[in-house]
Each structure stands twice: as structure tokens, then as C-alpha cells.
């Protein structure tokens, strides 16, 4: 059996067809503030997307940035300053901040109302709630479910092993897994102390696995018709038959290629669903950003 691929890149095209309705009905020129410390080459990358995602859709992005050397109070003082400019939506912090700022303090200085990543305690806390619709969460947590309801499968009750629990995926996808009373999944959360993760693995109805370690979920640890959610993003090095290098004739460096944590051949013989990397998990999370954006603006105007 080969499993049915979740088409990442089609579930994000559904949500921005809602988002452009939603602007649409909306006559508003949502404003997405992306803040940076200091130069990192990771971030650049992060922040190029983000802004052609925003201005495909109709989002102004702006890009503050602030000098290496800003304490932390100061970072502090400024995040405030935008948090109360009516003008702006949503304010995304760029990781990373430089080694001498607490990333955790100024994650919460971002009001909750403009908290587009859904991160901080505020909006992390609705999570908890049978009873309450949250405005945004932590993004690829959003997009994991997302991936899994394209399925059309029924989550209630199944075996839902989550591998890795971060703050961003792997505890608030355990809790929207768990996020009705009636039809919750069963979830089991496995991390590095986890003692035998096949176990564990081997019984998963829907795998969700986020860590960043490529080749850690083999064929053999999952079970036969399981919907398998890989969010693991790795650059690996490109191999030839006898498991050697290959190297790029331009730059002489070793050809690289983005893989996750699942081995995909293997466990596309053995899941029902799998989401390919990449095309995945990750072609739906930019968009959601964009979705909490929306709802921000909706909550507020609302309130
Ligand atoms: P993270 O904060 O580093 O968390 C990784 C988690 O994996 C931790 O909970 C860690 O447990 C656990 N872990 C480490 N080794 C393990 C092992 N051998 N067995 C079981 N669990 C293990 O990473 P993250 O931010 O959640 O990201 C995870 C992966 O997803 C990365 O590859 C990242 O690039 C990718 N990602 C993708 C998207 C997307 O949109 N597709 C978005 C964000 C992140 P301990 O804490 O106990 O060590």
C-alpha cells in the first residue's frame, strides 16, 4: 500500500482563498510588524517569506529592526511602544535574539492582542479551555491540525502519539488534540527521555512527530495505516550509491536537500496519510500566521 500524500501546498491555497475573503469583507489594511535584533542569515530568510506571503495577500509587512547592542529594557520599552500603535496588527519577534536578552521576557511583553505567533501565556493558557475558542495559537501547532482534518479522518478517541513537546508544536498540539470534550484523540507525548520510542510509536493512529533529527522514525515504527505528520525540517547532504557526498560542480561544496524526521520512502509503504518534507506541514504554517493575523484584527474589532 502507498499512502495518500497531504498536499501542504493545497491546504494553504484553501486558507488563503478565506484570508483574501476575509480582507475582502474587512476593507482593512492589516499592518504585520516583524521585529529583528542584530543581523542573523536564518532570520533573513524567515523575513523574506514572510513579507511576499503578506504582500501576496494584501498585508503591509514592516520590518523594525533594531540595533545588536539594544538592552534589554530598552527592547523591552520599544515592543510596548508598537503594542500600543493602533496602526499595527500583529508584532512577530525574530529569533534569535542576541545572547544577553531573556527571548522568553520579551516573547511576553508582546500584548496578547498582538500576539500573532500565539505564544504568549495569555493565549498559550486558552489552549487549556474546552470552552473556549482561543484567537490565535502557535502557528505549526495550527498547521499540524490543519494537516490532519484534510484527511476527512474522525480524531476521536485514536491513538495520538506526539514525538517531541516543544512550546511552538509538540504541548499545543497535545492540547488541541484534546481541545473538545466529546471528540478528543488519546494523546501520549515522547521526548528525549522517552525509553523506547518504537513502542510508543508502533501503536500511533496519527503520529506527529517534531524534533529536527532526520532518519529518527523508520517504516518499522509505524503502524499500518496511521496518518503520519512529519514537521521535522533538516538540511542533509545529498548521497551517491556508495553513500559518498555528492559534490555541486559550481560551489565544490556537498549538494544539500530538506528532509524531516521520518524516513519518507519507508513510511510511505506503511501510513495512510503522510505529509512529504518539504510540502508539508510547513507550506500551510506561513499562512497561518497570516490567519492569526486576521483573527487578531477581527477579535479587536469585535472587542
Ligand atoms: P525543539 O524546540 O528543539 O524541540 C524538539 C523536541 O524534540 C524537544 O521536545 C526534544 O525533547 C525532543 N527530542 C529530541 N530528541 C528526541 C528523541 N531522540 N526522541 C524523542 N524526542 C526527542 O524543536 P521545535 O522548534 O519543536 O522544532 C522541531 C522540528 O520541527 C525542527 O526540525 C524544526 O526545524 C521543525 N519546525 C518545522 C516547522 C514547520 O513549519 N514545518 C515549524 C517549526 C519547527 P527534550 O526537550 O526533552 O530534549
Redesign the pocket.
Given at each position: 500500500m502507498s499512502a495518500k500524500i497531504i498536499d501542504g501546498n493545497k491546504i494553504a491555497e484553501a486558507i488563503k482563498q478565506w484570508i483574501k475573503a476575509e480582507l475582502e469583507k474587512l476593507k482593512e489594511n492589516l499592518v504585520l510588524v516583524a521585529v529583528q535584533v542584530g543581523e542573523n542569515p536564518a532570520s533573513r530568510v524567515y523575513i523574506k517569506n514572510q513579507k511576499s506571503s503578506c504582500e501576496e495577500i494584501g498585508i503591509q509587512y514592516n520590518l523594525v529592526q533594531f540595533d545588536s547592542n539594544i538592552s534589554e529594557d530598552n527592547l523591552i520599552s520599544e515592543i510596548k511602544k508598537l503594542g500600543q500603535d493602533e496602526k499595527i496588527t500583529g508584532i512577530i519577534l525574530q529569533m534569535p535574539l542576541p545572547n544577553h536578552i531573556n527571548s522568553r521576557k520579551i516573547q511576553m511583553s508582546i500584548p496578547e492582542e498582538k500576539d500573532v505567533e500565539g505564544v504568549t501565556p495569555a493565549n498559550l493558557g486558552k489552549l487549556l479551555y474546552a470552552d473556549v475558542q482561543p484567537t490565535v495559537a502557535p502557528?505549526?501547532a495550527l498547521?499540524v491540525m490543519e494537516c490532519i482534518k484534510s484527511t476527512g479522518e474522525n480524531i476521536k478517541g485514536k491513538e495520538a502519539v506526539i514525538?517531541?513537546?516543544?512550546?511552538?508544536?509538540?504541548k499545543p498540539v497535545t492540547l488541541m488534540l484534546l481541545s473538545s470534550l466529546l471528540d478528543s484523540a488519546t494523546p501520549t507525548v515522547?521526548?528525549?527521555?522517552?525509553k523506547d520510542?518504537a513502542i510508543h510509536t508502533k501503536r500511533a493512529e496519527i503520529l506527529i512527530v517534531?524534533?529536527?533529527?532526520p532518519g529518527?522514525i523508520k517504516g518499522d515504527m509505524i503502524k499500518k495505516g496511521a496518518i503520519v505528520i512529519d514537521?521535522?525540517?533538516?538540511r542533509i547532504q545529498i548521497k551517491d550509491e556508495k553513500g559518498e557526498p555528492v559534490i555541486d560542480d559550481k560551489t565544490g561544496k556537498p549538494k544539500m536537500k530538506t528532509v524531516?524526521?521520518v524516513v519518507f520512502d519507508e513510511a510511505k509503504e506503511i501510513a495512510g496519510y503522510i505529509t512529504p518534507?518539504p510540502g508539508?506541514?510547513?507550506a500551510?504554517?506561513t499562512v497561518m500566521l497570516i490567519k492569526n493575523l486576521v483573527n487578531l484584527y477581527k477579535s479587536e474589532s469585535a472587542s
Open positions: 502557528c505549526t498547521s514525538v517531541g513537546h516543544s512550546e511552538i508544536v509538540g515522547c521526548h528525549i527521555a522517552t520510542l517534531a524534533v529536527g533529527k529518527l514537521v521535522g525540517i533538516n524531516g524526521d518534507v508539508g506541514v510547513g500551510v504554517t
